[in-house]
T-cell receptor
Framework: SQTIHQWPATLVQPVGSPLSLECTVE??????LYWYRQAAGRGLQLLFY??????ISSEVPQNLSASRPQDRQFILSSKKLLLSDSGFYLC????????????FGNGTRLTVT | KNEVEQSPQNLTAQEGEFITINCSYS?????LHWLQQHPGGGIVSLFM???GKKKHGRLIATINIQEKHSSLHITASHPRDSAVYIC??????????FGTGTSLTVIP
């Protein structure tokens, strides 16, 4: 069966520090991969999605970046965090075919102080 | 205007009550999804449907493609149903659009 792992679960980082959140998927190949951010009281905001290794699409201009070094690995990074980067970050995957459900990781709660 | 609108935003019910959450969308879709997010934050997929109705236990999801509307019903609600319910739609390119969620609290 397919599983998705996301870590860490919580993170407290000072302003200006770097960020690396990692997500891996098991039990499937060639998945679409997504990074979402959920702010309090707001819907899920798509940050990045990837349809293959090295292929990253950015939906929102920001100081975050994403990379997909391997087929089932998706990394969210920042060189210098801002206070506004605080939030709940979710990794997700879906199969490449249409009408495929979205499977979420457990999320990372990031607090920038 | 959001592509996906949900109502109500917040809902409080007594245990045993019948609950309905509504979702309207404005984009062309391949499928509509109902998701559940518990206080810990993890999100699970409840339903994916493109027509008609689906049932899983006490949960029922319906969709009217012509009216671009879906409902999620919970029969005989229970405190463990307390969660945020999110409506989402996916387009033919498998891009997803999300509602802002309905926070449900079921009181014993």
């Amino acid at each position: 069966s397919q599983t998705i792992h996301q870590w860490p679960a919580t993170l407290v980082q000072p302003v200006g520090s770097p960020l690396s959140l990692e997500c891996t998927v098991e039990g499937t190949s060639n998945p679409n991969l997504y990074w979402y951010r959920q702010a309090a009281g707001r819907g899920l905001q798509l940050l990045f999605y990837s349809v293959g290794i090295g292929q990253i699409s950015s939906e929102v201009p920001q100081n975050l970046s994403a990379s997909r070094p391997q087929d089932r690995q998706f990394i969210l990074s920042s060189k210098k965090l801002l206070l506004s980067d605080s939030g709940f970050y979710l990794c997700a995957w879906s199969a490449r075919r249409a009408n495929s459900p979205l499977h979420f990781g457990n999320g990372t709660r990031l607090t920038v102080t | 205007k959001n592509e996906v609108e949900q109502s109500p935003q917040n809902l409080t019910a007594q245990e045993g009550e019948f609950i309905t959450i509504n979702c309207s969308y404005s984009v062309g879709i391949s499928a509509l999804h109902w998701l559940q997010q518990h206080p810990g934050g993890g999100i699970v997929s409840l339903f994916m449907l493109s027509s008609g109705k689906k049932k899983h236990g006490r949960l029922i999801a319906t969709i009217n493609i012509q009216e671009k509307h879906s409902s999620l019903h919970i029969t005989a609600s229970h405190p463990r149903d307390s969660a945020v319910y999110i409506c989402a739609v996916s387009d033919p390119g498998n891009q997803f659009y999300f509602g802002t969620g309905t926070s449900l609290t079921v009181i014993p």
